[in-house]
């Protein structure tokens, strides 16, 4: 058996392939060797930079000799790779959000589980330093009971919103706006953290004026968790400062602060006995950088976990059946906008039997508040 994995990259033009080549630069056990792109000229200049064999040809590079393929087309497209991947015997990672759909998430699983390979979603929030020690923290009891918690994802993106050529964003190509784009990082994360979500609440805004096809660039979004915890999730591509991300947990014995703007990312109040330092607020010190070094960590951890799984022959811990229940969540929040109600996710799945879920994106742009009426971006 090799010692590394040979990886061929879907979507040599995606902006998120150079976090993942630098994120694993320095890694002995992944190589980077092949590339597909139907884009010829973006082909040709990530095959100059990072040294990659271009293809052309989609089955034509599904026969070279790679062991692995990692799929970074826009969202629409990952279904029908992912599953000509799989039949090509090959093991896969492909970008979030999983899919648009539950249905194509449930032919990706199927398809995946046929041919035998190890499948998983490159969701780098579950990845990054920060949230696997939330994580650890909150299992061992270190804050108790989480009864609230907030997090925010921000960025400016009015170049993709404005262009109503970009697929990014929108409800056909996107799977929909913000909600889709971002909110599946949180909705997965926190989902790890807290367990099942029963119900969410959702207002979609737009506060830019973009063309028709575009989604929502701003939402809030209230869920209630089984476990008894309530969050609020806001995210926007309109807020004017580099890309952040901040979280907060509040629980019966303490308090947990995240931002990944700082240095140390992670503040931490305990009562707890056992904890590392108890009744005083503390930094811990964790791997992690502000952006975009937290972009290049977490996908450096996540691509040297997935080619660990591949080489020791054992199955991800982040399964594509939680990967799916992340695009679950935005697709239940998209239909309580649609509803104009808090709704359960027994509802959500009354729609996946009934009607199927790529209804709900249907008429979403109907349901999002217009605020870029009463907002001067002169």
Same mark, same amino acid.
């Given at each position: 058996? *090799?010692?590394?994995?040979?990886?061929?990259?879907?979507?040599?033009?995606?902006?998120?392939? %150079?976090?993942?080549?630098?994120?694993?630069?320095?890694? @002995?056990?992944?190589?980077?060797?092949?590339?597909?792109?139907? /884009?010829?000229?973006?082909?040709?200049?990530?095959?100059?930079?990072?040294?990659?064999?271009?293809?052309?040809?989609?089955?034509? #590079?599904?026969?070279? &000799?790679?062991?692995?393929?990692?799929?970074?087309?826009?969202?629409?497209?990952?279904?029908?790779?992912?599953?000509?991947?799989?039949?090509?015997?090959?093991?896969?990672?492909?970008?979030?959000?999983?899919?648009?759909?539950?249905?194509?998430?449930? !032919?990706?699983?199927?398809?995946?589980?046929?041919?035998?390979?190890?499948?998983?979603?490159?969701?780098?929030? %579950?990845? +990054?330093?920060?949230?696997?020690?939330? =994580?650890?923290?909150?299992?061992?009891?270190?804050?108790? /009971?989480? #009864? +609230?918690?907030?997090?925010?994802?921000?960025?400016?993106?009015? *170049?993709? #919103?404005?262009?109503?050529? /970009?697929?990014?964003?929108?409800?056909?190509?996107?799977?929909?706006?913000?909600?889709?784009?971002?909110?599946?990082? =949180?909705?997965?994360?926190?989902?790890?953290?807290?367990?099942?979500?029963?119900?969410?609440?959702?207002?979609?805004?737009?506060?830019?004026?973009?063309?028709?096809? =575009?989604?929502?660039?701003?939402?809030?979004?209230?869920? %209630?968790?089984?476990?008894?915890?309530?969050?609020?999730?806001?995210?926007?591509?309109?807020?004017?400062?580099?890309?952040?991300?901040?979280?907060?947990?509040?629980?019966?014995?303490?308090?947990?602060?995240?931002?990944?703007?700082?240095?140390?990312?992670?503040?931490?109040?305990?009562?707890?006995?056992?904890? !590392?330092?108890?009744?005083?607020?503390? *930094?811990? !010190?964790?791997?992690?950088?502000?952006?975009?070094?937290?972009?290049?960590?977490?996908?450096?951890? !996540? /691509?040297?976990?997935?080619?660990?799984?591949?080489?020791? &022959?054992?199955? @991800?811990?982040?399964? @594509?059946?939680?990967?799916?229940?992340?695009?679950?969540?935005?697709?239940?929040?998209?239909?309580?906008?649609?509803?104009? %109600?808090?709704?359960?996710?027994?509802?959500?799945?009354?729609?996946?039997?009934?009607?199927?879920?790529?209804?709900?994106?249907?008429?979403?742009?109907?349901?999002?508040?217009?605020?870029?009426?009463?907002?001067?971006? &002169?």
């Amino acid at each position: 058996m *090799s010692d590394f994995v040979k990886f061929g990259i879907i979507g040599a033009g995606s902006a998120v392939w %150079r976090y993942h080549k630098l994120g694993t630069k320095n890694n @002995p056990r992944i190589k980077f060797v092949s590339g597909y792109d139907i /884009d010829e000229n973006k082909l040709a200049k990530a095959a100059k930079y990072s040294k990659l064999e271009p293809f052309s040809k989609l089955d034509e #590079f599904l026969k070279n &000799d790679i062991d692995a393929v990692m799929v970074l087309v826009p969202h629409y497209l990952h279904k029908d790779l992912v599953i000509a991947v799989a039949e090509a015997g090959k093991h896969v990672i492909c970008e979030k959000p999983m899919a648009t759909t539950l249905e194509e998430c449930d !032919e990706m699983i199927t398809a995946t589980k046929k041919a035998g390979i190890k499948f998983m979603i490159a969701e780098n929030h %579950r990845f +990054l330093p920060a949230h696997q020690f939330i =994580k650890d923290v909150v299992q061992r009891g270190f804050i108790g /009971d989480v #009864f +609230l918690g907030r997090t925010y994802e921000g960025a400016y993106a009015a *170049s993709q #919103f404005f262009s109503a050529d /970009d697929w990014g964003f929108t409800y056909t190509k996107g799977g929909g706006g913000v909600v889709s784009d971002q909110g599946v990082h =949180k909705f997965t994360m926190l989902n790890w953290i807290l367990g099942e979500v029963d119900s969410a609440q959702c207002w979609l805004s737009k506060t830019l004026k973009s063309p028709p096809n =575009k989604g929502e660039d701003t939402a809030i979004i209230l869920l %209630r968790y089984k476990c008894g915890a309530t969050v609020t999730v806001d995210i926007s591509s309109s807020t004017v400062h580099p890309l952040t991300n901040k979280t907060e947990l509040h629980g019966t014995k303490g308090t947990i602060f995240e931002d990944h703007d700082w240095e140390r990312p992670v503040k931490i109040f305990s009562s707890h006995p056992e904890a !590392e330092v108890k009744g005083a607020y503390y *930094s811990p !010190e964790i791997e992690h950088g502000p952006f975009p070094d937290y972009y290049k960590i977490s996908m450096g951890h !996540e /691509d040297a976990y997935f080619a660990e799984c591949i080489l020791e &022959d054992k199955k @991800p811990e982040f399964t @594509p059946e939680e990967a799916r229940q992340g695009v679950a969540v935005v697709l239940l929040a998209y239909l309580s906008a649609k509803n104009g %109600r808090m709704t359960s996710m027994d509802e959500l799945m009354e729609v996946y039997k009934k009607e199927g879920t790529r209804s709900i994106l249907q008429g979403l742009g109907e349901v999002t508040q217009k605020n870029y009426e009463k907002l001067n971006w &002169d």
